[in-house]
């Protein structure tokens, strides 16, 4: 995912494995549940929500960068009150994200 893509700074992944140099590119995986409200501090990033579904006990939106490509999908408690075509600030619990090498090894 580009960060790019969803004005997103300030974002820490902690190594949890060898590899990663500096200069190399990575890919950066954020599960679902671990996005949380922005309010709470922390790293955030913004999007467009596109589909909102609701599943009784969670919802998920699915949502697009500023490129309107890059896709996440955003895991919440309940039913959702983000509508479709929304613009969204979803903040990111702080040592959830992952890092991947080129080859889609963790690092």
């Known amino acids: 995912?580009?960060?790019n893509a969803f004005d997103a700074q300030g974002l820490k992944v902690r190594r949890r494995g060898k590899g990663g140099g500096v200069g190399q590119k990575v890919s950066i995986g954020i599960r679902p549940e671990h996005f949380a409200d922005a309010s709470l501090g922390g790293p955030t990033l913004t999007a467009?929500?596109?589909v909102v579904e609701q599943l009784g006990g969670?919802?998920?939106v699915y949502a697009v960068g500023k490129d309107d490509e890059t896709k996440i999908t955003i895991q919440q408690k309940g039913h959702s009150s983000i509508a479709n075509g929304a613009?969204?600030?979803?903040g990111i619990e702080p040592g959830s994200s992952l890092a991947f090498d080129e080859s889609g090894l963790r690092i």
């Not at 613009?87 to 979803?90: C, F, N, R, S």
């Open 1 to 3: 995912m580009s960060l």
């Open 58 to 60: 969670v919802s998920f």
């Open 87 to 90: 613009a969204l600030t979803v």
């Open 48 to 50: 467009k929500a596109q």
